[in-house]
């Protein structure tokens, strides 16, 4: 086993495999290609996993399962190499945008299946925000405050940052629930069209202020060069393979998660479960977000709080600023409607963990005890799953 340094100064441990002729192992070749394939063969299939003898459903259920998370590990590896050779603060939009693309891909195909789903892209968005800005700050803040007791960030980038995701939260989440024109929680369609350009300038204005004005807002300071060009320009030669292999397994995450969610959802239907949509958008939202949770932790782990911070935060501001108005365009051609109003003690808890965070990152320095505060409303939230 081997360790190299990445230019942010991240540690990623690779194991010894034999090397295909890109440059990349064998498990990282064989997954996303493997996933792609059983995910085709599932749906030109048409196989139904609830129709199918118990032993059976479950074998399968367990296979695609863990296919579907060995390939996120291997996308966030393939992502992780892509970002290392665009650098900071690129690197991190990779797995940004790859994780959006998941997450728009699943709501939209869960919408089209059987019959209308409104609140699904709801609590799938809400469930992205909670787990990213109450659960993943909350173990990257603990860890890295009780390796390193107190870690430094930028409070220009991060106030900027968490601004527009909470301008975001209440335009999708909170204002749906107070309109006149349409139903109580819902937009008109020219309302639901104004919004979703709104979103999109919000996340474009952000992504122009990372990358160019305001970069350095965004990076841990001091920038240290790396010593270690050979290992970049290995990367670099096998660039387009890369993202051949990242797109590949992204399309088979899509894929599969899509069947194994519908399941969960017939399940849970089946078991007259109460907020069955809940629980599914929860389960979209964690597997999706796997691959930046990780990347977020190990940050943090290795006191680079505000790249850990940019990649938390960033998927919640990607989350929004792009999954609404893609299903936004998906509800307007399909003609079904989405249910975009939180209830009112979801409201209560997003408003909770927003505030928070903006009092953690008010000083420029946070500890501990400043991440176990978002982890006890992350323990809330998943309460409030199981015990609505």
Not at 310 to 330: D, E, F, R
Request: contains cysteine; charged residues 10%.
């Amino acid at each position: 086993m081997s360790q190299d340094q990445n230019m942010t100064g991240e540690i990623t441990t690779e194991v010894s495999h034999p090397r295909a002729s890109s440059g990349v192992s064998w498990s990282a070749l064989l997954f996303p290609l493997l996933a792609l394939i059983l995910a085709a063969a599932l749906h030109l299939s048409k196989v139904v996993i609830d129709t199918l003898p118990l032993p059976f459903e479950v074998g399968l259920s367990v296979v695609v399962v863990a296919i579907m998370v060995v390939t996120v590990f291997v996308v966030l590896g393939h992502a992780e190499a892509v970002a290392h050779r665009v650098g900071e603060p690129y690197g991190t939009l990779v797995l940004t945008i790859a994780v959006t693309a998941i997450e728009a891909s699943v709501i939209v195909s869960m919408m089209l299946h059987g019959g209308n789903n409104p609140t699904l892209a709801r609590e799938s968005v809400f469930s992205t925000v909670m787990i990213v800005s109450a659960g993943v700050v909350g173990i990257c803040l603990t860890i890295g405050g009780l390796r390193h007791r107190e870690q430094d960030l930028k409070r220009q980038g991060t106030s900027a940052l968490l601004a527009v995701v909470i301008a975001l939260c209440a335009l999708t989440l909170v204002l749906p629930d107070f309109t006149l024109t349409a139903d109580p929680g819902s937009f008109s369609t020219m309302q639901l069209c104004f919004v979703s350009l709104l979103c999109l300038l919000l996340y474009g204005s952000f992504l122009l202020a990372q990358t160019t004005r305001h970069r350095e807002d965004f990076l841990d300071a001091p920038e240290s060069p790396t010593p270690h060009h050979g290992h970049h320009q290995s990367a670099a030669s096998g660039i387009g393979g890369r993202l051949t292999l990242l797109i590949v397994g992204l399309i088979g995450i899509v894929m599969l998660a899509e069947y194994v969610a519908a399941g969960i959802e017939q399940g849970l239907d089946a078991l007259e479960v109460p907020q069955s949509d809940a629980i599914v958008g929860a389960f979209i939202a964690t597997l999706v977000l796997l691959p930046e949770a990780i990347s977020a932790i190990k940050a943090s782990y290795h006191n680079e709080l505000q790249r850990s911070l940019n990649i938390a935060l960033g998927s919640a501001c990607a989350t929004i600023g792009l999954t609404v108005p893609v299903v936004a365009v998906a509800s307007l051609i399909t003609g079904r409607g989405i249910t975009l109003g939180l209830v009112n003690g979801d409201i209560v808890l997003l408003i909770l963990a927003l505030l928070v965070s903006m009092v953690s990152f008010g000083t420029g320095r946070t500890n501990a005890l400043t991440g176990g505060v978002h982890l006890v409303i992350f323990v809330a939230y998943l309460l409030l799953i199981a015990v609505p």
